[in-house]
C-alpha cells in the first residue's frame, strides 16, 4: 500500500525509479512515474522528517491541496457501520487512516470487552492531584489505542451547576479553576498516546432534562468565567477536538451556534482543532456548517449529499470546507496519528496488572473521608475482632460506574465487602444485604463495628429526582443505630448526596464511582494502608432546597427555556454568597494526621505558605488558595485560584507556591471590551484546607 511506502520512501523510490526504464511501453512508464510523483508528494509531509521540518498546520495544507472535492467531504462526516461508536472513513490513496471514535471518560465504553473499569472522573477530580491527573488520561489513552480507537471521547468538564444532573460522575466539580487543572493534564495525557482527546460539551451542557430541547440562556461573562475555563485549558492544551452539545445556547443549538463555535472557541479562544456534533445533536447543514461546526456525527444526513448540494448552490463556500478539512487534517498530524498509523484491535485484551495498580491508587486518592469522630478510622484488627458489612451495595449490587456513555463493562469487581474481609486479617468479617432489616440489625447488635455500604446509581439522559439516598439505605441506617452506635458509612455516590443521620454516625467515608478496584481501594483506606488525602469537588447540602438552583426557570426550566440567573454563583460561590452553611463544602477532606499552616506571603504574582505535619502519621494535604477580589470587581466573596498537594512526614515542613498570573488570575471578564482585564486594587489571599476552613489571610495590591 502507498502507507507502507511511506515509511521507507527513499529506498521505495529508487527501486521504482529503476523499475520504471524497465517497463516497455510509454503507458507504463507514465503511470509509474505518476506513482513516484506521488511519493515524492508524500514524502514532503508524511514521516519523522516532515514532521521536524513542517507544522502540522503547513503539513495539513500539503495535503488538503491534492484531495479532491469527493474526498474533503468525505471527511467531514461518520459512517454508521463500524465497529467503534463513530467512524470517518480512511482515504488509503492519500494515506489518511480511518478516524476511530470511542466513548472514554471512566475507560473505553460501547460495551467494549477487555478494558479497564477506571474510577469515574469525579473520583480522580477529588484527589486534586495534577500528576494523577496526567496519569489517569495516559492510561486511558493507551487503552483507546490498544482497543484501535486513535479519537477518545473525553475529557468531559461540563460544571456541576444541577447538584442532581445524570452525569456529575463524568465532570470534574463545581469549580471551573479545578475543571482546568483537570482537563489540561487529562488532555495532555490522552495525547501522549497518539489519540486524540476531544473535549466536551460545548456548551453549558450542565443537565440531562430535556437536554434535547432545553434553550439555555446564559450572560457572557457567566460563560468566560465559569463554563468555558475548561474549554480554554484543552485548547491550551493542544485538544484535537471539541464535541458540542445537544441544547440551545441563547436561543441557537450549539451545533449551529456561531457564536459559540466561531465567535467563541475558534476566534476568541484560539481553538486551532475541529468541532464534532454530540450524536445527532446536527440540525441544519447551511447553518451549521457556517456557524463552525466541522463533523457531523454520528451520520452524514447534513454534512453528507445536502452538504454538496449547499456548496454546489453557493448557500456554503468552498474555502468553508477547506477550512473544517484543514483543521481535521491539522489535528491529525499534530496528535500523531498520520505518522504513527493504528495498529490497536477492538478484540485487544488493553488491561494489565499495571492499570488494575492505578485504578486502585486512582481511587484511593479520591476517596474523600468526610467525617471521623474521635479517630474512628483507620480500623485496627487487633481490637476489633467482629466486624459487620451491611447494605447490598457492599456486595449483591456493587456501584462502581454509572451509565451511558460513560459506562464501562469491567473485567472484575472488587467489591467492598471482598476488600474488607481479604484486608481485615485476624477479624471475622460478616455480610448482610440489608434488605430484611431485622437481619441485618442482628448482625450489628453482635459486632464490634458496623460498616454499611450505601449508594445511589446515575446515568446520561436523566437526572435523579432527588439529592437522597434509597430510602431502604437510610431507614437501615437508622436501625441499626438504635443497636450499635459504632457506625461506619461508606457512600457510592455520582456526586452530593443527603445523609440525615450523619449526626449520630462515627465515620463518613465517600467514594463517588470508584471502579474495578472499588473493595481494595476501599479497604486500604478503612485500615489506614492509604492515608486519605481527598477533598470535595462538589458542595454537599443539607437538603435538596439548599442549592443555588431556587426557581423552576433556573432548573428545569420554563416550557423549555432556561435561565442561568445565578450567573457567577455557582457552587461553593452561592453558598458564600448567601451565607449558607453546607453539609460538606467543597474542598473539604480529612485525613488521619493533622497539619498546621503558617507563614502565609502574598504578592499579584505568588502566594506562599508553610505546612507542617504536626501528627504521627505520613499523610498528603492539599493545600487551596482562594482569592477575595475588591468588592467593585462584581465577583463572589472568593475564587479558587491555586491548589498544591504536598506529602509530608510526621513533623516536617514544606512550602506550598501558588503561583498567579494576573492577566488571568486577577481578571474579570469585561462585556465591553469582550475580553479579560485585569483588576487593580486590594486583594486577599486566602490558604486553607476547604472553602470554608481557611487557616491564613494576606493582602496584596494589584
Known sequence: TLRQLWWHHQHFAIRLSSAVFQLHTAVERVAMWAVVAALAVVAAWCGSAAAATYTPTERAQTLLARMSFDQKLSMVHGYHTSLYVGTV???????IPALHLEDGPQGVGDETSHVTCWPSALTVA???????????GAATGNEQRLKGSNVMLGPMHNIVRVPTAGRNFETTGEDPYLAAAYTSQMTKGIQSQGVMACSKHAAENNQETDRKTVNVHVNERTQYE???????AAIDAGV????????????S?????????QHDLKDTMGFQGFVMSDWFATHSTVKAANAGLDMEMPGHEYFGEALRDAIAAGNVSQSCIDDKVLRILTSMFAVGLMDNPQTGDISADATSEEHALLARNLSAAGTVL?????????????VLPKIAVLGATAQDSPIIAGGGSGHVRTEYTVTPYEGIKTRAFASTVEYKDGRIIEDAVLLALRSDIVIIVTGVDAEEGKDRASLQLPSHDDTLIWNVLQVNPRVVVV??????????????VLAVVESFYPGQEDGNALASVLFGDVNPSGKLPVTFPFADAQTPLQTEAQYPGVNLEETYSEELLVGYRWYDAKDQTPQYPFGHGLSYTTFEYADIMATSTLVQATIINTGSRAGAEVAQLYVCFPDAAGEPPKVLRG????????????????PLAPAKDLATWDVLAHAFVQVHGTFSALVGSSSRDIRLNAAFSN
Not at 89 to 95: T, V
Not at 491 to 500: D, F, K, Q, R, T
Open 226 to 232: 465559569i463554563y468555558y475555563p475548561g474549554f480554554q
Open 126 to 136: 477529588a484527589s486534586w492531584d495534577k500528576d494523577m491527573f496526567y496519569k489517569f
Open 89 to 95: 472513513d480512511a482515504i488509503p490513496e492519500l494515506g
Open 253 to 261: 443549538w450549539a451545533c449551529e451556534n456561531e457564536h459559540v463555535l
Open 240 to 251: 484535537g477536538s471539541i464535541m458540542c452539545s445537544y441544547n440551545k445556547v441563547n436561543d
Open 370 to 382: 468526610l467525617k471521623n469522630f474521635n479517630n474512628t478510622l483507620p480500623l485496627d484488627t487487633n
Open 491 to 504: 457512600v457510592h455516590s455520582p456526586g452530593a448526596v443527603l445523609m440525615p443521620w450523619e449526626k449520630e
Open 643 to 658: 491548589f498544591e498537594r504536598v506529602t509530608l512526614q510526621p513533623n516536617e515542613t514544606a512550602t506550598v507556591s501558588f
